[in-house]
């Protein structure tokens, strides 16, 4: 059987010691994905300090060959891939 799921969404995950000084209004980029970048907002901080254990994970959208920060995500640190 094969399954063809239809979404122009990636996720990245984020290295917690890469941003350890993130402040809102600074950016995150992808590497290698056009366009792929994200400003980091209170919210996105607020979220990191209520979460101190979580996996954190930087949303992306593809829009024909370039890519659009949406936002980030948050995972339990015990949900493993």
């Known amino acids: 059987m094969k399954y063809q799921i239809e979404d122009n969404a990636v996720l990245f995950e984020v290295d917690r010691r890469q941003i350890a000084d993130i402040t809102p209004g600074d950016v995150l980029e992808t590497e290698h994905?056009?366009?792929?970048?994200?400003t980091w907002t209170e919210q996105d901080s607020q979220f990191i300090e209520s979460n101190p254990e979580a996996n954190v994970y930087l949303r992306m959208e593809r829009h024909g060959d370039a890519y659009e920060g949406k936002g980030i995500l948050i995972l339990p640190a015990e949900v493993n891939w």
């Not at 994905?33 to 994200?38: D, E, I, Q, S």
């Open 33 to 38: 994905f056009p366009g792929g970048a994200y």
